[in-house]
């Protein structure tokens, strides 16, 4: 079974600070990983993943995650913090490649950035 | 385009109303999603559908029945639905290695 921790239900950086999200995973499998963002009374949108390949992974507004297999860890971050990056973020892992797979979810982290 | 498109955006129902979720797209994919979402909480999984095949219940009350009309359509029929399944319903639809998400419909069940 697959499962996904990410520690710190909730993170506050200032404008401008570096913002680093913590997830770790546990898979039996190979795992694809993913990070998503979701605004308020909005759905999910992907910011990156990782499936084979490079491990430092770039996505969507400047952030980036960094897959190390040794610490079963996945963590993101973004240099500067800017106050629209405030929403939850989840990471998520796959339990395979093929479409129709189940991802499984961490609890969330909620991510407020003070001006 | 990677847009999931749900529609109603919102919706309010008493417990012996039937409604139906929609849920549409154009990427090709062959699989696709529903989840239930409570405030705070990540997205549970409901069903899967895999070539038009519902390939994965996980254990949802009979009262949310799914139908995938064909590869690009998928709605959830709602029937005698109780309170506490009010919350944020999303779609997403998946190829390999991706899931993408619509913008979710909020369910107030009265």
């Known amino acids: 079974a697959q499962s996904v921790t990410q520690l710190g239900s909730h993170v506050s950086v200032s404008e401008g600070a570096l913002v680093l999200l913590r997830c770790n995973y546990s898979s039996s499998v190979p795992p694809y990983l993913f990070w998503y963002v979701q605004y308020p009374n909005q759905g999910l949108q992907l910011l990156l993943k990782y499936t084979t390949g490079a491990t430092l992974v770039k996505g969507i507004n400047g952030f980036e995650a960094e897959f190390k297999k040794s610490e079963t860890s996945f963590h993101l971050t973004k240099p500067s913090a800017h106050m629209s990056d405030a929403a939850e973020y989840f990471c998520?892992?796959?339990?395979?490649?093929?479409?129709?797979?189940?991802?499984?979810f961490g609890e969330g982290t909620q991510l407020t950035v003070n001006p | 385009d990677t847009e999931v498109t749900q529609t109603p955006k919102h919706l309010v129902m008493g417990m012996t109303n039937k409604k139906s979720l929609k849920c549409e797209q154009h990427m090709g994919h062959r699989a696709m999603y529903w989840y239930k979402q409570k405030a705070k909480k990540p997205p549970e999984l409901m069903f899967v559908y895999s070539y038009e095949k519902l390939s994965i219940n996980e254990s949802v009350p009979s009262r949310f029945s799914p139908e995938c009309p064909n590869s690009s359509l998928l709605n959830l029929h709602l029937h005698a639905l109780q309170p506490e399944d009010s919350a944020l319903y999303l779609c997403?639809?998946?190829?390999?290695?991706?899931?993408?998400f619509g913008a979710g419909t909020r369910l107030s069940v009265l």
């Open positions: 997403a639809s998946g190829g390999k290695n991706i899931q993408y």
């Open positions: 998520a892992v796959s339990e395979g490649e093929t479409s129709g797979s189940r991802l499984t």
